[in-house]
């Protein structure tokens, strides 16, 4: 099970990377005129993505270190 978790882990965190490099090469200008919805631009719906990566990934890396996950409610 540790192997799988360390392989989620990793997955989350090259998944992260990709982001990050994708974010590089929208300039503010596009993110913010952008609507993906009524409400959320491309730069609100990245930004949300984004912490959603990071937090799945803390848990995921807590769990390979035997901690009993922490989900939000």
Do not use: C, F
Not at 21 to 38: G, H, I, M, N, P
Not at 55 to 71: D, F, N
Request: proline fraction near 3%.
């Amino acid at each position: 099970m540790l192997k799988e978790l360390e392989s989620i882990a990793y997955k989350l965190n090259e998944a992260q990377t990709v982001l990050t490099r994708t974010l590089a090469s929208v300039t503010e200008e596009q993110a913010a005129q952008t609507k993906v919805t009524d409400q959320w631009s491309v730069k609100d719906e990245l930004a949300h993505l984004a912490g959603a990566n990071r937090g799945m990934l803390r848990i995921a890396q807590g769990m390979a270190r035997g901690e009993e996950p922490k989900l939000p409610a």
